[in-house]
């Protein structure tokens, strides 16, 4: 996925090492805020970058659509609390809704945000702000509940089916969303999932209510080459929490058996053909695209010896928590299958042979074992191991899973990052200890891209028998940083759909000027503004009412009941007029410098500009303090003129902001 944020790299280190110009007194102190480190809990340092550039892409730049890609453990619930406070005490947004795929998403969600955990941890809101924890109470949406908590709680969580127009529940709780609540703000956990049709008409309703949109996941690219519509700004991948200290995630070591010694073979149970792992490239990709469900399984001898293995890991890894991580946590094999048929063999086995009290999840699998999966490696939890047919990826954040045995192949990098995701989280936070997580593969997997984009060690050729110990920690790795961000070439969005060889034909022959304007102000001088059109008065015939909970009557009220719908129509003060000049003058500013890609920093300078222009030719010579009533109505009415007229030349804002000249005007 592109990352737009590139080309403000420069402009965006030069802000913050200004010390935050350009952004609302608010939003100034709330920043000074956060990066004060209380007692309790504090942002890790990508955490608060990630939050100065939601802050700066949405106040500077009008991103209202924005997306973070960050590592899974890298603590994106953190960085979304921060910004739900920001926008509470900063921007008067005061209604936060999180969207998630599923349940498992959901509750682990639910367990940061339940009595509004992560504002208390982290003290979020400034000084003479605190009463605003109070008002963010949850309410889950789940089948059977009211939707009155939607307006009765600040924060609502749900699984996005819980909006879905397929269901009752669903249409009621969107309907109570679009018609009682004035304004909130979404954020999309595992955003990845967003593309999905039902999942973007969802999308799409609430944005007319929507001011803020924040997207999070560690995978934006999916595996059918899709993406989520937001931009995405920040890139915080594996190598960059590999790179921290103390660490951020667990390191990855990869133990893959001698191939003499372990053949994996495939058989069908129904035909009895065998088959080796070279000729089963199909059946994985089917598998991964749904297509059909395979039934290949693994060969008992393969997989008894692969277990032998991630079960002498596993000893390990127990062994490494009494000594590191001092008794805090039990670590947990977690075995990656197939099929059902596969992931039952592999839990028979993996409890009757080698004793270890595993678990198993599937798409067959009851309510109660799926809560199970959740509880896994907690104090109350009896199992030693999981077993599952890709049902335990995005969301299931276990931090004890400590050894992951693959028993398949990955064709995709999407389902490969997810499922290895699940082992990065660290058991033991803020403190120098490389924890590390313990991969069961095999060379025939070929899965060599996979561990070069998590920054695996590799170790080959492993006995059943082989024990290891610290000397299987990688070396600290370095993080790529970006050193000449003047550099970098933008690419163009190719909109889904669009063919790309008739879309570069089309511009064949195109030649886009770009003007340089050294005497713009005579352009400027030119610049014409008729009469403005207003509505004054609007005839009603006829009235339509429906009951939106009732029974799909229409009624149309009567000549003799219109009387009672006129209303008189608000009076604007001076002093609001005058402040919606100025707003919307500098919103128009901030736009255009925007579109041509000028910092805000120049913000200051163009507004005078504009603000010199509209005195001249809307204002009849007047400062907006000095104007006529008239004056003032008659340049509002024309806000979006003055916006076309600038943006028809292509290249006059930049010669504006080249070719200074003296501006006497700009209004503070």
């Known amino acids: 996925m592109h990352n737009h944020f590139l080309r403000y790299e420069q402009d965006f280190r030069e802000w913050i090492n200004a010390g935050f110009p350009d952004i609302s007194p608010l939003t100034r102190d709330f920043i000074t805020h956060i990066q004060s480190r209380n007692e309790k809990k504090s942002l890790w340092n990508h955490q608060e970058e990630a939050v100065f550039r939601v802050i700066y892409g949405y106040e500077l730049l009008q991103m209202k659509r924005e997306l973070l890609n960050i590592v899974t453990g890298g603590g994106k619930t953190a960085i979304i609390g921060a910004i739900m406070a920001w ?3 900063c921007h008067d947004i005061h209604k936060f809704l999180i ?17 509004a955990k992560v504002f208390r941890d982290f003290k979020f809101f400034p000084p003479g702000c605190e009463h605003y924890t109070n008002e963010l109470g949850l309410h889950i949406l789940e089948p059977g509940a009211s939707p009155q908590g939607i307006l009765e709680n600040g924060v609502v969580l749900g699984n996005i089916h819980q909006l879905y127009q397929s269901n009752i529940s669903g249409k009621r709780n969107l309907a109570y969303l679009m018609n009682y609540v004035e304004k909130i703000a979404i954020f999309n956990d595992e955003a990845h999932n967003t593309p999905a049709p039902e999942y973007d008409s969802v999308l799409f309703s609430l944005s007319k209510k929507s001011k803020f949109r924040l997207d999070t996941t560690a995978t934006p690219d999916r ?12 890139e915080y991948t594996i190598e960059d ?21 372990v053949q994996l073979t495939y058989t069908n149970p129904e035909t009895g053909e065998q088959r080796t792992i070279d000729e089963m490239d199909e059946e994985f990709e089917k598998i991964e695209k749904g297509l059909s469900a395979t039934q290949w399984v693994t060969d008992l001898d393969p997989m008894r010896k692969q277990i032998q293995i991630a079960k002498n890991r596993l000893d390990e890894q127990i062994r490494r ?3 590191i991580g001092k008794g805090r946590y039990r670590p947990l094999l977690f075995v990656v299958a197939i099929c059902i048929k596969d992931a039952e063999q592999a839990w028979e086995m993996l409890n009757n042979e080698f004793g270890l009290k595993t678990l198993l999840v599937t798409e067959k699998s009851d309510e109660m074992d799926r809560d199970a999966a959740s509880q896994l490696g907690k104090k109350d939890s009896p199992y030693d191991a999981v077993v599952s047919v890709l049902m335990l990826r995005e969301g299931w954040d276990v931090p004890q899973v400590g050894v992951i045995l693959l028993l398949r192949k990955f064709s995709s990098p999407v389902y490969g990052q997810q499922v ?6 660290l058991n033991v936070r803020d403190e120098d200890i490389q924890e590390i997580c313990a991969i069961i593969d095999h060379k025939k997997l070929q899965h060599e891209w996979l561990w070069d984009i998590v920054g695996a060690k590799v170790r080959d050729d492993i006995g059943q028998l082989e024990l290891f110990g610290d000397e299987d920690l990688p070396p600290k790795r370095k993080p790529q940083i970006l050193v000449n961000p003047d550099l970098l070439i933008d690419i163009l969005d190719v909109e889904e759909g669009e063919d790309e060889g008739d879309f570069l034909d089309e511009l064949e022959g195109v030649e886009v000027e770009i003007g340089d304007f050294p005497q713009w102000e005579s352009i400027l001088d030119g610049f014409q503004y008729g009469v403005g059109v207003e509505i004054s008065k609007v005839e009603i015939d006829a009235v339509t009412s429906k009951h939106l909970f009732g029974h799909n009557f229409i009624e149309i009220l009567s000549e003799s009941d219109r009387s009672s719908i006129h ?19 500098r919103d128009i500013g901030s736009a255009l410098l925007a579109e041509e890609g000028i910092g805000s920093f120049e913000l200051a300078y163009f507004y005078g500009v504009l603000m010199d222009h509209a005195k001249k030719k809307l204002l009849n010579n007047s400062t907006v303090g000095l104007a006529a009533d008239e004056n003032l109505k008659h340049a509002i009415r024309h806000r979006t003129t003055i916006y076309h007229n600038f943006r028809k030349l292509p290249g006059l804002v930049t010669s504006i902001v080249k070719y200074k000249k003296g501006v006497h005007n700009a209004e503070k």
């Open 87 to 89: 926008l509470k005490t």
């Open 99 to 115: 969207l998630c795929p599923n349940t498992i998403v959901r509750d682990r969600l639910e367990d940061d945000l339940k009595d």
């Open 223 to 234: 595996a059918d080459g899709k993406s989520p519509d937001s931009r995405m700004i920040y």
């Open 241 to 261: 929490a590999q790179a921290e200290v103390p660490p951020i995630i667990k390191n990855i070591v990869v133990y893959q058996p001698e191939i003499g010694l």
């Open 321 to 323: 928590a009494q000594s």
């Open 420 to 425: 290895i995701g699940r082992g990065l989280r």
């Open 567 to 585: 209303t008189k129509p608000k009076e604007i003060s001076r002093d609001e007029m005058e402040d919606m000049l100025k707003k919307n003058i």
